[in-house]
């Protein structure tokens, strides 16, 4: 079942074509990653995705509900975390969640009871009464993720969620958005941040300059360009590095301590390299493998332009 649809979406301002004919699915329960540089056409996709503001052509589906026709219905179906808090400064934590339920629809009853968890699930337990004026940046995230959840929507829509963020506030937002996948809500994250997309999404759409130039699972992407693997080997002992090469290693480089070997068969390497050292007496201190990054496959969609 399809949670998410985009069909052919394109929107230009003035002489630039910020989006262009982009189209994609993302299915119900699915951690779908939006990555792409800064300008690249993420926030124009999920605005036009959430109704915001209206494509040129092309059209998209919240949970089979299109925004622009129908947009009350669309907007009960889904939440949206914008990079920049939406949320009432001048009230306190628990007045604005009890306005997004209102907004909803929600019963007092109903508020109540959901203000209460979700302020204990962000951690804001002992503050709820405190002006959000007076919060720190993760803290406002925090009650603006609340707002956007207070109704548990099937759809929930995060652009850079945790930007800006400390250490401890940008795991709590990872948390609590995890909780909401494993709940079953569909999660739409538009991020430039690579290891938090590689971390999080079972599958990842690439755009660049208003194209969508990519999408698939961020291993499959890893493995687009080049499958060689790097093999990190410290060896304690004298020996010649050429005693390494052999057809299946493709480079060997050198760093303090530590070879490192590119080879297309890390398997075999690693076994002719146990057999080398036992034969030559040699201790193998260390040894680390790692494959082709999304970091990789990222810059070279993008043309390294980040």
Same mark, same amino acid.
């Given at each position: 079942?399809?949670?998410?649809?985009?069909?052919?979406?394109?929107?230009?301002?003035?002489?630039?074509?910020?989006?262009?004919?982009?189209?994609? =699915?993302?299915?119900?329960?699915?951690?779908?990653?939006?990555?792409?540089?800064?300008?690249?056409?993420?926030?124009?996709?999920?605005?036009?995705?959430?109704?915001?503001?209206?494509?040129? $052509?092309?059209?998209?589906?919240?949970?089979?509900?299109?925004?622009?026709?129908?947009?009350?219905?669309?907007?009960?179906?889904?939440?949206?975390?914008?990079?920049?808090?939406?949320?009432?400064?001048?009230?306190?934590?628990?007045?604005?969640?009890?306005?997004?339920?209102?907004?909803?629809?929600? $019963?007092?009853?109903?508020? =109540?009871?959901?203000?209460?968890? +979700?302020?204990?699930?962000? =951690?804001?337990?002992?503050?709820?009464?405190?002006?959000?004026?007076?919060?720190?940046?993760?803290?406002?995230?925090?009650?603006?993720?609340?707002?956007?959840? +207070?109704?548990?929507?099937?759809?929930?829509?995060?652009? =850079?969620?945790? $930007?800006?963020?400390?250490?401890?506030?940008?795991?709590?937002?990872?948390?609590?958005?995890?909780?909401?996948?494993?709940?079953? $809500?569909?999660?739409?994250?538009?991020?430039?941040? +690579?290891?938090?997309?590689?971390?999080?999404?079972?599958?990842?759409?690439? +755009?660049?300059?208003?194209?969508?130039?990519?999408?698939?699972?961020?291993?499959?992407?890893?493995?687009?360009?080049?499958?060689?693997?790097?093999?990190?080997?410290?060896?304690?002992?004298?020996?010649?590095?050429?005693?390494?090469?052999?057809?299946?290693?493709?480079?060997?480089?050198?760093?303090?301590?530590?070879?490192?070997?590119?080879?297309?068969?890390?398997?075999?390497?690693?076994?002719?390299?146990?057999?080398?050292?036992?034969?030559?007496?040699?201790?193998?201190?260390?040894?680390?493998?790692?494959?082709?990054?999304?970091?990789?496959?990222?810059?070279?969609?993008?043309?390294?332009?980040?």
């Amino acid at each position: 079942m399809t949670a998410v649809e985009a069909s052919g979406l394109s929107k230009t301002f003035g002489n630039v074509k910020a989006v262009r004919n982009v189209s994609f =699915e993302v299915e119900k329960g699915e951690f779908f990653g939006f990555l792409g540089p800064n300008g690249a056409g993420k926030t124009t996709t999920i605005r036009m995705l959430t109704g915001l503001i209206t494509p040129d $052509s092309g059209k998209a589906l919240i949970d089979g509900i299109d925004p622009q026709k129908d947009p009350i219905h669309a907007k009960m179906k889904m939440g949206v975390i914008p990079e920049f808090g939406n949320v009432y400064v001048d009230l306190t934590a628990k007045e604005n969640l009890h306005l997004a339920g209102k907004f909803y629809g929600m $019963s007092k009853k109903e508020r =109540e009871e959901r203000a209460s968890e +979700i302020l204990h699930m962000m =951690e804001l337990k002992g503050r709820e009464n405190d002006a959000v004026r007076n919060f720190s940046k993760g803290m406002k995230q925090r009650v603006n993720i609340g707002c956007a959840i +207070i109704h548990e929507p099937p759809v929930l829509f995060l652009d =850079e969620p945790t $930007s800006g963020l400390d250490v401890q506030s940008k795991r709590l937002v990872v948390r609590i958005v995890t909780k909401m996948k494993e709940k079953g $809500s569909t999660i739409f994250l538009t991020t430039h941040n +690579i290891q938090e997309a590689n971390e999080l999404c079972e599958r990842v759409g690439i +755009i660049h300059k208003g194209d969508l130039v990519a999408i698939d699972r961020p291993e499959k992407l890893r493995n687009t360009f080049d499958k060689t693997q790097s093999i990190e080997v410290s060896i304690e002992g004298e020996f010649d590095v050429d005693m390494l090469h052999n057809d299946h290693v493709n480079k060997i480089e050198r760093s303090g301590d530590k070879l490192t070997l590119f080879t297309d068969h890390p398997d075999i390497t690693v076994k002719r390299l146990v057999k080398l050292t036992d034969e030559e007496d040699l201790k193998i201190l260390s040894l680390r493998t790692q494959g082709p990054s999304l970091e990789e496959a990222f810059v070279r969609l993008t043309g390294g332009n980040e």
